[in-house]
């Protein structure tokens, strides 16, 4: 959730944008707009805001999803166990890198 200061009136305050704040909507973490680089934002003004450890554990846990690695779902020779583990490792070793911003 973003969390916009306002003018004493009531109106939006975009002259200090970089003090708004943004709240995890998983953990209610916060942090100022400025800092919110390696966080994922959503592109519409309804959409969700998360920081970069739920954003990474949401991945995880939607990549489990459609590659399931369990012994019933395994193809042979271990292809998409392989692929689940790679894309784990990938999503642990980096920062969600935004598409917005700088």
Do not use: Q
């Not at 916009?4 to 003090?19: A, K, M, N, V």
């Not at 680089?37 to 999803?65: I, Q």
């Amino acid at each position: 959730m973003i969390i916009p200061l306002r003018f004493p009136d009531g109106r939006l305050d975009y002259s200090r944008l970089g003090e708004w704040f943004a709240l995890c909507d998983a953990c209610s973490v916060r942090t100022l707009l400025s800092d919110v680089d390696n966080w994922l934002v959503s592109r519409t003004t309804r959409g969700r805001v998360y920081c970069p450890g739920c954003a990474r554990r949401a991945a995880e846990r939607l990549l489990a999803e459609v590659f399931p690695a369990g012994p019933r779902h395994a193809r042979p020779g271990g292809g998409v166990r392989i692929a689940v583990a790679w894309l784990r490792k990938a999503l642990r070793g980096r920062a969600y890198r935004p598409r917005h911003g700088r």
